[in-house]
């Protein structure tokens, strides 16, 4: 018997596709992108640039969805009893070891940058090691925007939303109480609600959040409320492909809004809260049609998707890292960024970067998951 069919826990496989897809976008967003926007910016197409940018780091925004979904819909259903001590054992225990071991291969990486200097460590990865600035990111929720490994910053938003799921869960609606025109009026509210929030903090407390710098720290969990609220409702109500497709349109207006707003009136802030509202409603949109859609479902939760979406966190939490030393060894013997730093980076980073995620998994990540189909296929061509 194999493995997919043999697992009889409850554990939707699809939105492990789903959550794959949102890896590998993040993962060409930190490969590729920049390159292919600074591209784009010399074509005189800022803006194609600016939304592409937006595009691709939007794997972000859809695991975020995913996570209220994932992570709240058996309490919110009643399937599941709730205990709020053993909640937060089992989050910890889920995400905090593959994280401290990404977190002590990180450290090994900035302080090997730095021990051996390149021009690198002027144009790339100015980070530097410290055992305080270690001992500061065990703790993942980062409050000076210091990293050493910058994709992190989402880790701590993550984490931000596990500490306040225990209050959403009791004081959410049951299911038949969540009528159309109440999800209706809570997004519009949430989008209002987290655009002022962003201007009120840009404009009296900067020091906290930013429009005009990055700011890379919990603060920014003011920016993706709508994600989260979208993957709340669905995890309490099932929504049909109707749902979906108005979703999926109505976060295309807000996009449409975002692009007016950066083309028209020449402002470019460098998160604007409309666009991640945009795409919160996009993949909400996705996620309802992959619930209903029998074909996409299909497609989803093919056996590679799974196997790829169960190595997502790992994935997630390693491949910076490892582009960074990729990137400072290479250094050493091409002088300066040129076609052909960027293509022996990209032929040794990317397949290191997926093998050392597939170690990550192997040897740690795995250990503490539940329900997982493809543990024991190391490689993708050995699920049976």
Not at 81 to 103: G, T
Not at 104 to 118: I, R, Y
Not at 166 to 186: E, H, Q, R, T
Not at 318 to 330: A, E, P, Q
Request: glycine share 6%.
């Amino acid at each position: 018997m194999s493995d997919l069919a043999g697992n009889k826990q409850e554990r939707f496989h699809f939105l492990d596709g789903l959550r794959g897809i949102a890896a590998l976008m993040i993962f060409f967003h930190h490969a590729f992108t920049a390159n292919i926007v600074h591209f784009l910016d010399r074509l005189g197409m800022p803006g194609t640039g600016y939304y592409f940018q937006h595009f691709t780091q939007s794997g972000v925004d859809l695991f975020f969805v995913l996570s209220g979904v994932v992570l709240l819909r058996p309490y919110i259903r009643r399937q599941r009893q709730f205990h709020v001590i053993d909640y937060f054992k089992r989050r910890a225990k889920r995400i905090y070891p593959p994280y401290f071991f990404a977190l002590l291969f990180a450290a090994f990486v900035v302080w090997e940058n730095n021990a051996f200097p390149t021009w690198y460590n002027v144009s790339g990865m100015r980070t530097q090691f410290s055992w305080l600035e270690t001992f500061k990111e065990a703790f993942i929720v980062n409050r000076d925007g210091v990293y050493y490994n910058l994709a992190w910053w989402s880790l701590g938003i993550e984490v931000v939303f596990y500490l306040i799921a225990p209050l959403v869960i009791f004081v959410f609606p049951k299911k038949y109480d969540i009528s159309d025109l109440k999800v209706a009026g809570a997004i519009i509210v949430t989008v209002l609600l987290a655009t002022w929030l962003q201007f009120f903090f840009t404009d009296h407390f900067a020091f906290i959040y930013s429009l005009t710098y990055d700011v890379s720290s919990v603060s920014k969990f003011v920016e993706y409320p709508l994600c989260f609220l979208m993957g709340v409702f669905l995890a309490a109500k099932d929504f049909n492909i109707k749902h979906g497709i108005c979703f999926i349109l109505f976060g295309l207006v807000l996009l449409g809004c975002g692009w007016y707003h950066v083309s028209y009136m020449e402002q470019e802030p460098h998160y604007y809260p409309i666009l991640h509202s945009g795409y919160a409603l996009i993949y909400a949109g996705v996620i309802a049609l992959a619930f209903n859609a029998q074909s996409f479902k299909a497609f989803l939760s093919r056996p590679l998707m799974i196997w790829l979406g169960e190595r997502s966190y790992s994935l997630f939490l390693i491949h910076f890292s490892v582009f960074y030393l990729t990137d400072n060894v290479v250094s050493h013997f091409i002088d300066g960024r040129n076609v052909y730093y960027g293509i022996w980076t990209r032929l040794i980073g990317i397949p290191l970067a997926f093998f050392a995620a597939l170690l990550l998994f192997w040897f740690v990540e795995k250990k503490q998951a539940r329900g997982l189909v493809t543990a024991n296929a190391f490689w993708p061509w050995q699920m049976r």
